[in-house]
T-cell receptor, first 114, second 111 residues
Framework: SAVISQKPSRDICQRGTSLTIQCQVDSQVTMMFWYRQQPGQSLTLIATANQGSEATYESGFVIDKFPISRPNLTFSTLTVSNMSPEDSSIYLC???????????FGQGTRLTVV | LAKTTQPISMDSYEGQEVNITCSHNNIATNDYITWYQQFPSQGPRFIIQGYKTKVTNEVASLFIPADRKSSTLSLPRVSLSDTAVYYCLVGDKNSNYQLIWGAGTKLIIKP
């Protein structure tokens, strides 16, 4: 299995500010993903974080709003920029390893923008 | 990537067997079927994965008919702690493991 440490677990932020969420994995992984989950809703993929290259964003998500870093094979950050109340959500980090059949998830970051 | 359809919610009682069916009519040849469980305030957790026929592990069984257009997750003798949202996904391991998450099934187990 892969153990994922995601920080912070929750935060309350003022609109217009930015928050950086960290995802640390206990082993090297090829693929890291960032998801958003609105309360009571399913998961929506924001982007795939590639080590050594720019992240690949899904439709509706842009780099200026959600910049991602992937400096090595065990770490990634997602920044939620210029936040508005609509950004209030749970943000989840997920990883896959080439030999695993399953994806592993962090505990999530519950973000509230006021 | 194939999309899935599941019942929005289900109720059952402790000790019963629960079967949750998922429809994936457009499943591709290389797609696997995977089920995840999610408790409130936690990330999803892998339950089981299969390609065809039947797969069983220590927590569940997965039944996949020959046409693979549907699958059924079977939870034997559920307990209150099995109350969670269950997601069915189909995906190709070769497509960067990107997963499309459907609405999931909210399973409520009653005493």
């Amino acid at each position: 299995s892969a153990v994922i440490s995601q920080k912070p677990s929750r935060d309350i932020c003022q609109r217009g500010t930015s928050l950086t969420i960290q995802c640390q994995v206990d082993s090297q992984v090829t693929m890291m993903f960032w998801y958003r989950q609105q309360p009571g809703q399913s998961l929506t993929l924001i982007a795939t974080a590639n080590q050594g290259s720019e992240a690949t964003y899904e439709s509706g998500f842009v780099i200026d709003k959600f910049p991602i870093s992937r400096p090595n094979l065990t770490f990634s950050t997602l920044t939620v920029s210029n936040m508005s109340p609509e950004d209030s959500s749970i943000y989840l980090c997920s990883v896959n390893r080439a030999w695993d059949t399953e994806a592993f998830f962090g505990q999530g970051t519950r973000l509230t923008v006021v | 990537l194939a999309k899935t359809t599941q019942p929005i919610s289900m109720d059952s009682y402790e000790g019963q067997e629960v079967n949750i069916t998922c429809s994936h009519n457009n499943i591709a040849t290389n797609d696997y079927i995977t089920w995840y469980q999610q408790f409130p305030s936690q990330g999803p957790r892998f339950i089981i994965q299969g390609y065809k026929t039947k797969v069983t592990n220590e927590v569940a069984s997965l039944f996949i008919p020959a046409d693979r257009k549907s699958s059924t997750l079977s939870l034997p003798r559920v307990s209150l702690s099995d109350t969670a949202v269950y997601y069915c996904l189909v995906g190709d391991k070769n497509s960067n493991y990107q997963l499309i998450w459907g609405a999931g099934t909210k399973l409520i187990i009653k005493p």
